[in-house]
C-alpha cells in the first residue's frame, strides 16, 4: 500500500522556518511581472479532483484481492481495530455494498462500503462530478509494478468508460511514492500502457497536448528518496512525448525547507504546471489566510514570472480532526486561490474517506455511521449538513473560479437548504406501464419527506435520464429489441437524496422486420446427426434441424432473451429444387417462463414449396412471449420435423 500523505510532515507554524526570510523578499515576487497564462483548456480555468479509486472488497473481482485501502490487514474485514479509515461514505446511490466488521450503522442497517472496482462505483463518482460541476479527475497511480498494478490498470479502463460516458476530463497523476525504480519503469508504463488512453475523447489535454501529472518529486520524507537528476529527466522525458507536465509539489517547494528538500528548483521550474500539495498543513481560517499571504502569492508571482501555470491545492479540510467549520474551511481556501489567481483548482480529494479530506458524499449523521465506532459524521460541530454539501461547495467554487459568480469571502451555499432536513422516502412500486420500439414508459408512487419533494431522477442504470416533478416519466431514444434496467429517487428541497425505488427491466419493442431470434438459444426434442436446433436460428438457410425420425410429435423452440410482443414466424426450408414441395403439421406455441405454453397459432398444414422460397409465414395475435416452441406431428415429405431457419417477428 503506498504511504499517506497525510501525516508524513505536519503543519508548519507561521513563525518558523519561513520567518528568516523577508517580507520585502516575499512581496517582492508578489510584484514581478506576469507572463501570459496559458488559455483555458482541461486544467487551465477548470476545477481538477483528485480520484484515488483505491478501494477493494472481497468479491469484486479486482485482482489485489481483499478489503484494499479499507483494512490495515486486507485479509480481514475492516473493524474499529482494523481500518484506514477515518470518514463513511454515504451508501444510499450506490447499488452494491460490501458488509464489514464493524457495528451495525446508528439506524440498525449493515455498516456497508463499496469496492472502486465495481463499475457502478466509479459511473456514480463521474455522475456526481458531472452535476456538481467537477470539469477534470486525476487518477491516482502508484508504482503499476507492484501487486497494485493490474487493479490499477483495469480502474484507469473502468474512469476512461465513466469519464466518457459522463462527459468529464481525466488524466493520469503518477505518485512516486516509494517507486525505486521509476525513472525506467515510470517511462515504460506510459508507453505500454496509459498513453493508449489518450486516444479517449476524454483523455484531459492542456495547449493541445495530453496532461499527465508526477506527483512526488523533492518531498523531504524517507519514500521519496531521489535526487534531483533522474526527477528532471523524467519531466523532461514526458515533454518530449509530446505532454503536459504538472508536477504536484511540497507546499515549500520555492525555498527547499520543511517539506521540500534543497536543490529542486531546476525540477518544478521545468513543470508546465505546478501544483503544491497542502493537506495537513493548517486546520485553521487564520492559518489559510497565513498561507495565503506568505506561500501562495510568492508561488503565484513565481509561476507568472516563468510562465508555469499555478494550480493550488484547495482542501475541504479534515473531518475526523474537526477542520470543517460546515463549508467555512471549503470556501475560505477556493475565495483565497481564487483571488491569487490560480490559472485551475485541485481539489484534495474527491474520494480520500482514509484522510477525511473527501468530498465525495458522506455520511450525514450517526444514524448513517457505524454506531460507537468513533467516526464523525457531517453534523460533527452540531449543523446538519446534507450528503453533497461539499459537492455543492465545490460547483459554487467553480462557478467563482470561471467569473460566473463574483468573488466573495462569504460562501453562498448553505448547508442544507430551509434548514436541517431529512431524505424523502422511496418512490414505491416503480413499473413499466409502456413500451414502444425506442422507448418505455414508468409510473411509480410518490415519495414523501418533512418539507416537500421538488422532483424525481429516472435512472438508466447508474445514467440520470430524466427529472420529472410528478410520478410518472417516458424514457425515449432507445434501441429496439433491447433490454434495459430503470430505477428511481426522489430528491427534496436540501438536495437530500432518497434511497432508490425497486428496479425494474423492460425489453423496448422490436422493429417489424428485425428477426428476433437470430443467434439465440434453442432446444429441441432431439435431432439426427449432426442436424440440430442451432441451425434454426444461424442464417444460414442450407444448414437446418431435423427432428429423430418416425417419432411424432417432436418440437423446436428458440429462447428470446425476455418477453417481448411477439406476432409473427416465418419457417425456412433450404431453398434447392432438392427439397421438394411438402406440407407439415405445425402449431406455434409461445411461453413467458420456459414451462408452461399457450398456443399462439393452432395445429395445421403448412405448405413448403421450393418454387416459391420454400418458406411459411404464420402471423397471429400478438402476444408478450420468450419462448417460441414449434410442435411437429406431421410432414408428407419425411418422417421428421425439419426447419433451416426459424425467425420470429413482433408483427
Not at 336 to 353: C, H, L, P, T
Request: hydrophobic residues 35%.
Amino acid at each position: 500500500m503506498a504511504v499517506s500523505r497525510r501525516k508524513f510532515m505536519t503543519s508548519t507554524a507561521a513563525g518558523s522556518a519561513l520567518a528568516a526570510i523577508s517580507t520585502t523578499e516575499l512581496l517582492s515576487a508578489v510584484t514581478s511581472p506576469a507572463s501570459a497564462a496559458s488559455p483555458p483548456g482541461d486544467v487551465v480555468g477548470k476545477v481538477s479532483v483528485g480520484y484515488q479509486g483505491w478501494f477493494a472488497c472481497p468479491g469484486d473481482g479486482a485482482p489485489i484481492g481483499g478489503w484494499w485501502h479499507w483494512s490495515r490487514d486486507r485479509f480481514q474485514p475492516p473493524s474499529p481495530s482494523n481500518t484506514t479509515i477515518v470518514s463513511w461514505p454515504d451508501m444510499r446511490e450506490l447499488s452494491r455494498g460490501y458488509t464489514t466488521a464493524y457495528p451495525n450503522l446508528g439506524n440498525g442497517q449493515p455498516a456497508q462500503l463499496f469496492s472502486s472496482y465495481d463499475q457502478q462505483t466509479v459511473d456514480t463518482h463521474f455522475r456526481w462530478m458531472q452535476e456538481y460541476n467537477c470539469d477534470t479527475a486525476a487518477l491516482q497511480r502508484f508504482n503499476p509494478m507492484g501487486d497494485e498494478g493490474p487493479t490499477r490498470d483495469a480502474m484507469a479502463t473502468k474512469v476512461r468508460s465513466a469519464a466518457e460516458r459522463f462527459g468529464r476530463k481525466y488524466y493520469i497523476m503518477y505518485d512516486v511514492t516509494s517507486w525505486t525504480s521509476f525513472q525506467a519503469e515510470i517511462k515504460t508504463d506510459w508507453t505500454t500502457k496509459m498513453s493508449a488512453h489518450t486516444a479517449s475523447p476524454a483523455y484531459a489535454r492542456q495547449n493541445g497536448r495530453p496532461v499527465v501529472c508526477i506527483w512526488g518529486f523533492g518531498f523531504n520524507d524517507d519514500g521519496r528518496p531521489f535526487p534531483p537528476g533522474p526527477c528532471l529527466e523524467v519531466v523532461n522525458w514526458f515533454k518530449a512525448q509530446g505532454c503536459y507536465v504538472i508536477g504536484g509539489v511540497p507546499t515549500y517547494w520555492r525555498q527547499g525547507i520543511n517539506d521540500s528538500r534543497p536543490g529542486f528548483l531546476d525540477v518544478y521550474h521545468a513543470f508546465n504546471m505546478i501544483s503544491p500539495w497542502m493537506v495537513g498543513r493548517t486546520g485553521t481560517l487564520d492559518g489559510l489566510d497565513w498561507f495565503y499571504t506568505n506561500v501562495n502569492q510568492p508561488d503565484q508571482a513565481d509561476c507568472n514570472a516563468r510562465g508555469i501555470d499555478y494550480q493550488p491545492c484547495v482542501m475541504p479540510g479534515d473531518l475526523a480532526s474537526g477542520h470543517r467549520y460546515h463549508g467555512d474551511f471549503y470556501w475560505r481556501h477556493f475565495y483565497n486561490m481564487v483571488r491569487v489567481g490560480a490559472q485551475g483548482i485541485y481539489i484534495s480529494m474527491f474520494d480520500e474517506f482514509n484522510e477525511g479530506n473527501q468530498i465525495a458524499k458522506t455520511s450525514e449523521t450517526q444514524a448513517t455511521t457505524p454506531a460507537g465506532a468513533g467516526i464523525r459524521a457531517l453534523d460533527e460541530d452540531g449543523t446538519f449538513c446534507s450528503s453533497d454539501y461539499y459537492l455543492r461547495i465545490t460547483a459554487d467554487g467553480n462557478r467563482m473560479l470561471k467569473g460566473q459568480l463574483a468573488l466573495t469571502p462569504v460562501r453562498p451555499t448553505p448547508p442544507v437548504v430551509g434548514g436541517g432536513d431529512t431524505p424523502p422516502t422511496a418512490p414505491g412500486n416503480l413499473t413499466v406501464t409502456g413500451r414502444t420500439t425506442t422507448s418505455v414508459s414508468l409510473s411509480w408512487t410518490a415519495s414523501t419527506d418533512n418539507v416537500g419533494v421538488t422532483g424525481y431522477q429516472v435512472r438508466q442504470g447508474t445514467t440520470v435520464v430524466g427529472t420529472p416533478t410528478g410520478t410518472s416519466y417516458t424514457v425515449t431514444g432507445l434501441n429496439p429489441a433491447t433490454s434495459y434496467s430503470f430505477s428511481v429517487v426522489a430528491r427534496d428541497a436540501a438536495g437530500n437524496v432518497s434511497p432508490s425505488s425497486n428496479p425494474v427491466s423492460a425489453t423496448t419493442d422490436a422493429a417489424p422486420n428485425t428477426n428476433l431470434a437470430r443467434g439465440k438459444a434453442t432446444a429441441e426434442s432431439g435431432h439426427v446427426q449432426h442436424y440440430g436446433s442451432g441451425n434454426t436460428v444461424d442464417g444460414d438457410p442450407h444448414s437446418y434441424w431435423e427432428s429423430p425420425n418416425h417419432a411424432f410429435p417432436q418440437w423446436v423452440q428458440v429462447d428470446l432473451g425476455a418477453t417481448t410482443s411477439v406476432g409473427r414466424v416465418v419457417l425456412k426450408l433450404p431453398p434447392l429444387s432438392a427439397w421438394g414441395a411438402r406440407t407439415q403439421t405445425v402449431a406455434v406455441r409461445g411461453s413467458t417462463n420456459g414451462s408452461s405454453f399457450s398456443t399462439l397459432s393452432a395445429s395445421t398444414g403448412r405448405r413448403f414449396d421450393p418454387a416459391t422460397g420454400n418458406a411459411v409465414t404464420i402471423t397471429f395475435t400478438a402476444t408478450p412471449t420468450r419462448y417460441v416452441r414449434l410442435e411437429f406431428t406431421g410432414n408428407t415429405g419425411w418422417p421428421a420435423g425439419q426447419v433451416s431457419e426459424f425467425e420470429v417477428y413482433s408483427g
